[in-house]
T-cell receptor, first 115, second 114 residues
Framework: NAGVTQTPKFQVLKTGQSMTLQCAQD?????MSWYRQDPGMGLRLIHY???????DQGEVPNGYNVSRSTTEDFPLRLLSAAPSQTSVYFC??????????????FGQGTRLTVV | GENVEQHPSTLSVQEGDSAVIKCTYS??????FPWYKQELGKRPQLIID?????GEKKDQRIAVTLNKTAKHFSLHITETQPEDSAVYFC?????????????FGKGTKLSVKP
């Protein structure tokens, strides 16, 4: 049981490049979310999903796309990287029991630098 | 959608003192309020959570209280220790129907001085 796995752990991109941050969970969780963390800004929600085939925009979705073709995977795509997207990115997953949601588990994070 | 405000942004206490962090939320339909602790360079981890059907929950030195009428909830840490030093985040569901997708406050950096 690996939990929530994010790849890569570190990445440097040039402005204008595109890339995909991978997130996979093996706990059969229905909820998955992507966050970015910048100093003094806390964790800001980028996109989220309540199940396979369903995604929605969070607080800061511009410049990012997501898809949820399976329960396990929730990749985050940067369409054309900009220096403002330099950040630490976290993926999280959680589930519900009898209508009550439970703990969100976080991946180890991806530190992205755009130059 | 939901909006979560957290105060204070920094908090410094002496070892053994109590610490209180407060959060407010905007959506009266929210029913789940977790608190996360993040140590430097690590991922956030849940320390305690509360559901809307209770007003208070305790786990050893940590407690959370919820006031649904006023739409605020608070984290209480008693007998603080240096290892409690970290950034603490409160959260609430982004919207009804997405209770497992959370909106976070901006965080409180707690420093416990020996």
């Amino acid at each position: 049981n690996a939990g929530v796995t994010q790849t890569p752990k570190f990445q440097v991109l040039k402005t204008g490049q595109s890339m995909t941050l991978q997130c996979a969970q093996d706990m059969n969780h229905e909820y998955m979310s992507w966050y970015r963390q910048d100093p003094g800004m806390g964790l800001r929600l980028i996109h989220y999903s309540v199940g396979a085939g369903i995604t929605d925009q969070g607080e800061v979705p511009n410049g990012y796309n997501v898809s949820r073709s399976t329960t396990e995977d929730f990749p985050l795509r940067l369409l054309s990287a900009a220096p403002s997207q330099t950040s630490v990115y976290f993926c999280a997953s959680s589930y519900s029991i009898q209508g009550w949601v439970t703990e969100a588990f976080f991946g180890q994070g991806t530190r992205l630098t755009v130059v | 959608g939901e909006n979560v405000e957290q105060h204070p942004s920094t908090l410094s206490v002496q070892e053994g003192d109590s610490a209180v962090i407060k959060c407010t939320y905007s959506d009266s339909a929210s029913n789940y309020f977790p608190w996360y602790k993040q140590e430097l360079g690590k991922r956030p981890q849940l320390i305690i959570d509360i559901r809307s059907n209770v007003g208070e929950k305790k786990d050893q030195r940590i407690a959370v209280t919820l006031n649904k009428t006023a739409k605020h909830f608070s984290l209480h840490i008693t007998e603080t220790q240096p290892e409690d030093s970290a950034v603490y985040f409160c959260a609430a569901p982004v919207r009804p129907g997405s209770q497992g997708n959370l909106i976070f406050g901006k965080g409180t950096k707690l420093s416990v001085k020996p």
